[in-house]
């Protein structure tokens, strides 16, 4: 018996069964007491009702806290440039070497149903299944991250999300948030440009943001952080399109990834990698661990290394895409985290939320299922389905497998030894905050006669909903960056809210 596989109906077997198999000529009728049209008594003994219905009753799972909405595909990782002086990551172990992969894209702050195409970061969620084990990679769309102290990881989903008392979003509460926290306003300008409502997944870049670690056995290591870049072509959309594509089609990025790949287009992103040799961190013109910050190009370049292609859609959604479980904490030989705050807390609760999400042994599902795998003590627990069979339930054991060449992960960390004092830390905003907002005010100029307005005119678009209070802290904040940006923005919002209120 194969436990592992599903039995569905094959040629002859086109009947009706009851959850145990046995065969029903009758699944929509009903067994009760009484011959009557309209007058009879239902059986608890109506076994196949009983389970149905509990069956639908039962279908919901917790939808992801964040990144809820989301689209999912196969695909596979091809390298194509040798960078094994960087890495010894077995995937990138020679050029040419393909390496099957999962990816789920999502927006991040609406519901399961909620429209594709809102103003959003945007999450890219890849899962290489390795030889050496699955490596997963939980990057944005954005090159920037809102937060550097991960304990603020609650305050800013709440703030984007719906308002305990009226269960609506709300402007000022957003605004609030950010004006609390000005060292997001990067990544604001950023979510308030073009680039926070894109065309759809295809035509968007993305990026590791934090900064992970390339790393080799005998302990050497580089940082690194990754940025894969649309084969497509970036494409983005204005508010007004926006507003008009949610309203024709609330799905149309989910649509237009499935589309694309049912027809044969395959999407795909050149990956590149940006080193930051280790003695350089401290050098750096911007702190490297710090997710806020954007890392400059023209300080570290682009170095390619491979290229991702989406090439197969799901059969079931369900199954196969919510049931997809991504983790910072699937390192594998040759990539490990940084000291990055941010990336150090995220090694936790993703695995956390699975476990609440999809129970302990969500592992095992075939989507998140690596090629090997091997630990007797991880046993039982609810819907197992492989368990290990006959084998001990301990280790060592002279009953078990005689592990013969154990493999070591993370070998570079042996070789980081710290001692320090134990200290309460908070990071402070400071004028440094502001240096790349600015820059990238000045750089929406260099991309198009309109950019620099649009920005003003979305950010008057959601800030008109704010309180008058929220509105004029947020002009302070915007003075920080640059005066023509919060004057522009100052008139334009005051406008607006001053035509709203004549509505
Ligand atoms: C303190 C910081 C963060 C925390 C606590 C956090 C937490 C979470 C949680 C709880 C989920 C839902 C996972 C699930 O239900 O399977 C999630 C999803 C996700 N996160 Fe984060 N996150 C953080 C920062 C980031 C950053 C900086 C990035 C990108 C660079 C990121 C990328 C993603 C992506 C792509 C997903 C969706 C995964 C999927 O498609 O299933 N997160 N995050």
């Given at each position: 018996?194969?436990?592992?596989?599903?039995?569905?109906?094959?040629?002859?077997?086109?009947?009706?069964?009851?959850?145990?198999?046995?065969?029903?000529?009758?699944?929509?009728?009903?067994?009760?007491?009484?011959?009557?049209?309209?007058?009879?008594?239902?059986?608890?003994?109506?076994?196949?009702?009983?389970?149905?219905?509990?069956?639908?009753?039962?279908?919901?799972?917790?939808?992801?806290?964040?990144?809820?909405?989301?689209?999912?595909?196969?695909?596979?990782?091809?390298?194509?440039?040798?960078?094994?002086?960087?890495?010894?990551?077995?995937?990138?172990?020679?050029?040419?070497?393909?390496?099957?992969?999962?990816?789920?894209?999502?927006?991040?702050?609406?519901?399961?149903?909620?429209?594709?195409?809102?103003?959003?970061?945007?999450?890219?969620?890849?899962?290489?299944?390795?030889?050496?084990?699955?490596?997963?990679?939980?990057?944005?769309?954005?090159?920037?991250?809102?937060?550097?102290?991960?304990?603020?990881?609650?305050?800013?989903?709440?703030?984007?999300?719906?308002?305990?008392?009226?269960?609506?979003?709300?402007?000022?509460?957003?605004?609030?948030?950010?004006?609390?926290?000005?060292?997001?306003?990067?990544?604001?300008?950023?979510?308030?440009?073009?680039?926070?409502?894109?065309?759809?997944?295809?035509?968007?870049?993305?990026?590791?943001?934090?900064?992970?670690?390339?790393?080799?056995?005998?302990?050497?290591?580089?940082?690194?952080?990754?940025?894969?870049?649309?084969?497509?072509?970036?494409?983005?959309?204005?508010?007004?399109?926006?507003?008009?594509?949610?309203?024709?089609?609330?799905?149309?990025?989910?649509?237009?990834?499935?589309?694309?790949?049912?027809?044969?287009?395959?999407?795909?992103?050149?990956?590149?990698?940006?080193?930051?040799?280790?003695?350089?961190?401290?050098?750096?013109?911007?702190?490297?661990?710090?997710?806020?910050?954007?890392?400059?190009?023209?300080?570290?370049?682009?170095?390619?290394?491979?290229?991702?292609?989406?090439?197969?859609?799901?059969?079931?959604?369900?199954?196969?895409?919510?049931?997809?479980?991504?983790?910072?904490?699937?390192?594998?030989?040759?990539?490990?985290?940084?000291?990055?705050?941010?990336?150090?807390?995220?090694?936790?609760?993703?695995?956390?939320?699975?476990?609440?999400?999809?129970?302990?042994?969500?592992?095992?599902?075939?989507?998140?299922?690596?090629?090997?795998?091997?630990?007797?003590?991880?046993?039982?627990?609810?819907?197992?389905?492989?368990?290990?069979?006959?084998?001990?339930?301990?280790?060592?054991?002279?009953?078990?497998?005689?592990?013969?060449?154990?493999?070591?992960?993370?070998?570079?960390?042996?070789?980081?030894e710290w001692v320090a004092n134990v200290t309460s830390y908070l990071s402070q905003v400071t004028d440094n905050d502001f240096d790349q907002p600015r820059d990238y005010w000045h750089t929406l100029a260099g991309m198009g006669a309109t950019q620099q307005a649009n920005l003003v005119y979305n950010v008057a678009s959601s800030l008109s909903g704010a309180e008058a209070a929220v509105?004029?802290?947020?002009?302070?904040?915007?003075?920080?960056?640059?005066?023509?940006?919060?004057?522009?923005?100052?008139?334009?919002?005051?406008?607006?809210?001053?035509?709203?209120?004549?509505?």
């Open positions: 018996l194969n436990v592992s596989d599903q039995s569905l109906p094959g040629p002859g077997e086109d009947y009706y069964t009851l959850s145990n198999g046995c065969p029903i000529d009758n699944p929509q009728g009903l067994v009760r007491l009484g011959n009557n049209e309209l007058d009879g008594k239902v059986l608890l003994q109506d076994i196949n009702l009983i389970d149905v219905l509990t069956h639908v009753t039962h279908e919901r799972i917790p939808e992801r806290v964040v990144h809820a909405k989301g689209s999912g595909a196969y695909g596979v990782f091809e390298t194509t440039h040798d960078i094994t002086n960087l890495t010894s990551l077995a995937f990138l172990n020679k050029v040419g070497k393909q390496t099957p992969l999962f990816a789920r894209f999502s927006t991040v702050a609406g519901e399961k149903g909620s429209a594709d195409n809102v103003r959003d970061s945007r999450g890219f969620a890849f899962k290489l299944y390795t030889e050496e084990g699955n490596l997963d990679w939980l990057f944005f769309g954005a090159p920037m991250f809102p937060l550097r102290d991960p304990a603020k990881f609650p305050s800013f989903t709440h703030a984007q999300k719906r308002d305990p008392s009226s269960n609506l979003k709300n402007a000022s509460v957003f605004w609030d948030f950010f004006n609390q926290n000005p060292e997001g306003y990067n990544f604001l300008m950023r979510l308030f440009s073009d680039q926070g409502t894109p065309w759809s997944y295809r035509y968007t870049d993305i990026h590791s943001i934090n900064t992970y670690r390339f790393t080799q056995p005998d302990g050497n290591f580089h940082y690194v952080r990754i940025a894969l870049k649309t084969d497509q072509g970036v494409r983005n959309l204005t508010q007004d399109q926006m507003t008009r594509l949610i309203g024709v089609d609330p799905d149309f990025a989910t649509r237009d990834l499935y589309t694309a790949i049912d027809a044969g287009d395959f999407p795909s992103w050149t990956a590149y990698a940006q080193i930051i040799r280790p003695g350089d961190a401290v050098t750096s013109s911007v702190n490297i661990f710090d997710a806020t910050r954007e890392l400059p190009e023209k300080d570290y370049p682009l170095i390619p290394f491979g290229r991702i292609t989406l090439n197969r859609n799901p059969a079931n959604y369900f199954a196969e895409v919510e049931q997809s479980a991504f983790q910072v904490a699937n390192l594998v030989p040759g990539w490990d985290v940084s000291s990055d705050p941010i990336l150090q807390v995220r090694l936790f609760p993703y695995g956390d939320t699975q476990r609440y999400r999809l129970g302990i042994n969500f592992p095992q599902l075939p989507v998140n299922r690596p090629v090997y795998s091997y630990n007797p003590t991880r046993r039982d627990g609810a819907s197992n389905i492989l368990n290990l069979g006959n084998l001990p339930n301990y280790f060592p054991s002279r009953y078990g497998p005689q592990i013969v060449a154990p493999r070591q992960y993370r070998a570079s960390a042996e070789h980081m509105r004029q802290q947020t002009y302070k904040v915007f003075r920080k960056i640059h005066r023509d940006l919060a004057g522009a923005v100052q008139n334009q919002t005051e406008a607006l809210v001053l035509s709203n209120a004549m509505l």
